[in-house]
């Protein structure tokens, strides 16, 4: 409770901040009706997902004609993902990026992407993220809290990554300290697996793994070099069992403070930047990987995902019996089905 007082109170002092910079931009804006600056804070990322956040602010720039920039606070100068959301829900900063799984906590509707092998494939998964009528659902089951989602950024494959030996098995999770984000859907995955869940913060994971107090974790490959985690962790096993997007909110009275024009511009600006993630995404994986196994040693090897399929059945039988969820999952799931049509 302390620490959670703590962060709340310093999440007050940012706010207080913004909004006195805020009544100066006013008068500025005074001078010069067309002059808005909204605010872009963001935590530690990979480069192509910066890359992208970056291209979301040139667009803005570009289509309003310069009438509306985008000023960035980077590398979790304000806090981590939870705060960030908070200072995007008081409209303290205007626009974040962060993993589906932080938003949990805010909407149920976030976790459904935490259900293990929810897509079968990465076709799929982009086939339900573009489908307007999931995703704006979605994107508005928090507008009551003050922001709504925006757009996504592919954030990859999810899977296990190991200080001492491969995960070819289940079995081989079976005691096992493994890091999770702080979501409810990845603690019970881990736990149906025979592991050991353990929530902690990204900035907590290498020293967690290095001192032992973990045994490993799950995440897409950025961690290995670009965070560092293959310099202790150096088993990456693909059972691929999540594909968690990142998603961009948006503090809901940015619509407010623009005109019609340049809020569309927002909008179209948003779905280009993640056309233009899509395409570096998968380049940098590549890259990702190269480096790691050069400068690390780091190993990876494939998986049969079946048995880890099964064992995490229960996750799938929750929420398809829920009548909160239950619409929802059949909806993604029937774009699976389709995705074999396709084909």
Do not use: W
């Not at 190993?299 to 079946?306: A, T």
């Amino acid at each position: 409770m302390k620490i959670r007082s703590l962060i709340l109170t310093a999440a007050a002092l940012v706010t207080t901040t913004f909004l006195l910079s805020g009544c100066s931009n006013t008068k500025v804006a005074a001078a010069d009706e067309q002059a808005v600056t909204l605010r872009y804070a963001y935590a530690s990322n990979s480069q192509p997902v910066v890359d992208s956040m970056k291209e979301f602010g040139r667009l803005v720039k570009e289509k309003t004609n310069g009438e509306v920039e985008i000023e960035y606070y980077p590398d979790a100068q304000l806090g981590g993902e939870t705060e960030l959301i908070e200072l995007t829900q008081t409209g303290a900063i205007d626009f974040t990026k962060v993993s589906g799984s932080a938003l949990e906590s805010f909407s149920k509707d976030y976790s459904i992407f935490g259900i293990p092998y929810l897509f079968d494939d990465e076709e799929h998964f982009f086939r339900v993220m573009e489908n307007e009528k999931i995703m704006n659902e979605i994107y508005q089951s928090t507008e009551e809290l003050g922001f709504v989602g925006l757009t996504y950024y592919d954030s990859g494959q999810r899977s296990f990554y190991m200080t001492e030996g491969p995960i070819k098995t289940p079995e081989d999770l079976k005691g096992k300290k493994i890091r999770v984000m702080q979501s409810e859907t990845a603690i019970k995955m881990v736990e149906l697996l025979g592991g050991s869940a353990v929530p902690m913060g990204s900035n907590e994971v290498y020293t967690s793994l290095q001192s032992n107090l973990i045994n490993g974790a799950e995440n897409n490959e950025f961690v290995l070099f670009t965070a560092g985690h293959g310099g202790v962790a150096k088993y990456y096993s693909y059972d691929e069992h999540t594909r968690v997007p990142d998603v961009v909110i948006m503090n809901d009275s940015v619509k407010e403070r623009l005109t019609a024009e340049q809020y569309k511009a927002v909008q179209e600006a948003a779905k280009e930047s993640t056309e233009y993630e899509k395409k570096v995404f998968k380049k940098a994986v590549e890259e990702e990987k190269k480096i790691a196994t050069k400068d690390y040693g780091v190993q990876y090897n494939e998986v049969d995902s079946e048995p880890f399929q099964k064992l995490v059945q229960p996750l799938h039988d929750e929420f398809k019996n829920n009548e909160d969820y239950r619409e929802l999952y059949q909806e993604i799931r029937a774009l699976a089905e389709k995705v074999g049509e396709d084909k």
